[in-house]
């Protein structure tokens, strides 16, 4: 068989994690488990071109999309360098769909 594959130790995880979310009803579909789960919800910083960028993540893959976001989107600033001020994006397709906001 072929792909991705976890290991014996993540495979324990996922199922202690999955016990432990089915036991305080975080099913993600309760105004309980949505409010817990975004208080647990990772996050990371990048900056670029002067500005701070706050990625907000909801699993593991969208945190390593952020804190790869550098090596593995290296064009991105220079797309976005050439905005004015007044310009309109539409990302349609947004693949993993990362949300950042410059402060």
Do not use: C
């Amino acid at each position: 068989m072929f792909g991705y594959k976890p290991s014996l130790g993540t495979r324990a995880i996922r199922l202690v994690a999955g016990v432990v979310s089915r036991i305080l009803g975080l099913s993600g579909r309760t105004k309980w488990s949505n409010e817990f789960l975004q208080q647990i919800e990772p996050s990371v910083e990048a900056s670029a071109e002067g500005k701070i960028y706050r990625f907000s993540t909801g699993n593991g893959r969208l945190l390593w999309r952020a804190k790869t976001f550098h090596s593995e989107e290296p064009l991105i600033f220079e797309w976005v360098r050439q905005f004015e001020s007044n310009d309109v994006v539409l990302d349609v397709g947004a693949n993993a769909g990362q949300i950042g906001r410059a402060h």
